[in-house]
């Protein structure tokens, strides 16, 4: 119903500083296109990009991919979907976007704004495997059902690292918190040998949040705060 999962689209007022600290977290850039208007980087660890934009909007926003948007759009309409916002015709790029329950923003593409990464899924940045984007969910069985809408198929129920219910598509993964967990969006990091990775970055000088969910050992979690604001949360693979 989405398309492919293109990026997870961040309002960055300092595109540079955003830039060197992924490159220092072991990601790297994209060749970008010219379609928009308004400066423009991408990162990639080759699973997962990340879309820097000089540009205000409700950000981060979870932007797909999907050909023929015009038609796309108006079938999504019939389906019940609301709009926030759409961009379509034939003479403009086209773009829309809606929001799941809890407000998230859902963002969906005519076309590719960045060349596919020449970087291949298996080389990992020193975060680990991306896993999954986590996000909140003020009411679980409303959110659950409004993704399996769109396509996701429920692939697991844990209470680690936080009680959250896991959703899967062929382009994404999601996890849907069933508390607060983090309180926001976060990216999802994994590797059974994250406890290594968390002291080697702490020994490149790499600075932890302590906004850390309380109950979770920071010997074996730890959270990252982008320049741009993104959670990035590492967490061991022995759940």
Known sequence: MLGRFLE????????????????????????????????????????????????????????????DLERHVAKLEEAGHEFAFKRVGADVFNEAGFLDPAGQMITLLEARTFSPPERRSHEMSRLGWFEEIALPALNLDTSVAFWESLGFVPAEESEQPFPHIGLTSDSLNVALMRSRGLGRI????????????????????????????????????????????????LTTGDD
């Open 186 to 233: 976060a990216l999802v990091f994994r590797d059974a040998n994250m406890p290594d990775r968390i002291r080697q970055l702490a020994d490149a000088g790499i600075e932890f949040s302590q906004e850390l969910p309380a109950g979770l050992d920071p010997a074996r979690y730890a959270l990252l705060i982008a320049p741009d604001g993104l959670p990035l949360l």
């Open 8 to 67: 997870i689209s961040l309002h960055t007022p300092d595109i540079l500083a955003s830039l060197a600290y992924y490159e220092r977290l072991g990601f790297t850039q994209a060749a970008v296109g010219e379609i928009w208007q308004h400066p423009y980087a991408v990162v990639t660890d080759g699973r997962l990009c990340i879309g820097l934009h000089r540009y205000e909007f409700q950000s981060p926003a979870l932007t797909f991919v999907q050909p």
